[in-house]
Structures are given as C-alpha cells and as structure tokens.
C-alpha cells in the first residue's frame, strides 16, 4: 500500500522509509566511488561504466538507463552543459573541467537519486566557488524539511543563498521532484520562489532537492539528442542533488552516507 495526502504526495511510513534510505547508500556510495576515480583522460563512459556495476553489485537497478530511452546508467554534464549529458567516448575529461554526475538507482522497488559535481584536476577559482555556491544551496534547500514548513520554501531558501553571492543564473524551468516508488513523483520543487506556498511539508515525504546553478544567464537550451541541456552563453554550470525525507527530527538525508548529519548540524550552528 502506497499513501497519498490530499495533494497526491506519496507518504511513506517507517518501515518505507527504511527501504528508501538502502537504494539512497546505494546511490551515495556510487558517486562516492565516482567522484574519486574522476582524473584527466577519463570519458564519460568510463565513468558511467563504473557506476553501473557499482549499482548492480550491490543488488540493485540503474533507475537512469532506459528511463524514457535514456541509453546511459548516469548523467554526465561536463562544463556548460547543465544536466541530462548522456555519457559516451567522444571526447575526454581535461584539466581543468568540471562534471556533474547524475546517479538513480532502484533497491526493492525504491528509488534513490542524487547529483555531485567535481573538478578534473585544478580548476579555475570561479569554478570552485560556483561549485560551493550550488552546494550550499542545496543544504540550505534541505534544511527548509521541517514538518510544517512549505514546498515553496525549499526554492525560496536555494535562491535567497544563490543571489546573496553574486550573479549568477538558476534556470528556472528544472528543480527537484517528489521520489519513492517511482524516480519523478509529484510534487515538482522550484529552485527559486516565494515563501509559505503549495503544500505543507509532512513527516513520511521524500523530496529529491537538485539546484543547478549557471556562472551566467539562466537561460539554457536542448542539444540535437534530446537530452542535453546547456547554458546558451557557453558558461559553466553546476548541479548537485539529494533525496531527503521528512521526519520527525527533521531532515534525513537519505543518499549522504553520513545522513546529511554533519551538513546540516553546521548549518544550525
């Protein structure tokens, strides 16, 4: 039996919950692995080779790899492209650039889902701080999962943070989304908005919370493979993303290996 409220938000008990937490180590310790082997020289493919066995090794599915004929197990977004880059040998990793990898897996019928990027080597400091933007969004984002706050203040708190260090472009038409069951449920989860709207958080909610953040415009487009997006100035974008669930103590951070203990105990002090 899967709970619904009245907004149509799938509820998950404990016991649920529990199940959501092993496919999201799943994915947690997946990009783990894949952020230390990322290296110059490197494809993407490489990469999405080793996430693939990663998953399955540990019993579990690629969510990604079919997904709408998605044709990769990850997502790999190097440098201005912004989300959905499909892996593949065209081209290697240089020093220098940045990836995000976009990983989803599916233990006992529940899905984990979560995004990083890294550097390749040094990077430029704009790239770095770019990166520390995005990322500290997304812990502010995740820290608005108080039963009884509202959708829209996960947005509001990601971009009150993005537009307090400078310019730069949150694309307005991508964010995060509700998980469980299935990879993409409802609620759709704004990186960017007004306060105290849409429903009201509850404990058994899981929310995928995924900024994405542009050295430039917000302004972005579709590649020919109807997959990748990019910035339309050719700037560098940044994407990082956890799956979270509503409890009573707060947030649980269900794809950090730590639980997002450490993040979010820094953020209340």
């Known amino acids: 039996m899967f709970k619904k409220n009245r907004h149509g938000i799938q509820i998950k008990s404990p016991e649920q919950l529990e199940k959501m ?3 999201g180590l799943v994915v ?6 894949l952020a230390r082997s990322v290296e110059p020289g490197m494809t993407p493919l490489d990469l999405d080779v080793i996430a693939e066995k990663a998953i399955r090794d540990e019993g579990a599915i690629p969510s990604f790899k079919g997904y ?10 190097v440098n201005h492209e912004v989300v959905h880059g499909i892996p593949t040998n065209a081209r290697k990793l240089r020093e ?3 990836i995000s990898i976009d990983c989803g897996a599916i233990l006992d019928g529940w899905h984990g889902d979560s995004a990083v990027t890294v550097p390749v ?11 520390r933007i995005t990322e500290e969004a997304m812990w502010r984002g995740i820290a608005a999962l108080g039963a009884g706050r509202h959708l829209s203040d996960i947005g509001h708190e990601v971009e009150r943070y993005v537009k307090s260090q400078g310019r730069f472009g949150i694309p307005p038409e991508y964010g995060g989304h509700g998980i469980g069951t299935e990879m993409h449920m409802d609620p759709w989860i704004a990186n960017h908005g007004r306060p105290g709207r849409g429903p009201a958080l ?13 050295l430039g415009t917000e302004r972005t487009r579709v590649l020919a493979d109807d997959w990748t997006v990019v910035t339309v100035d050719g700037k560098a974008s940044a994407h990082f ?14 794809t950090a290996l730590d639980g997002g203990k450490e993040r979010l105990a820094q953020l209340q002090n």
Do not use: Y
């Not at 709408?68 to 977004?77: E, L, N, R, Y």
């Not at 080597?121 to 990166?131: C, H, Q, R």
């Not at 509850?202 to 542009?214: H, K, Q, W």
């Open 28 to 33: 947690g310790r997946t990009l783990d692995l």
């Open 96 to 98: 220098g650039d940045i």
């Open 241 to 254: 993303e956890h799956s979270v669930a509503v409890t009573h103590n707060g947030p649980w951070v269900l």
């Open 21 to 23: 937490r092993a496919a």
């Open 121 to 131: 080597g040094g990077v430029d400091p704009k790239l770095t701080e770019l990166m």
């Open 202 to 214: 509850e404990v058994g909610m899981c929310l995928a919370i995924e900024p994405m953040v542009n």
């Open 68 to 77: 709408q004929g998605f044709p990769a197990s990850i997502c790999a977004s």
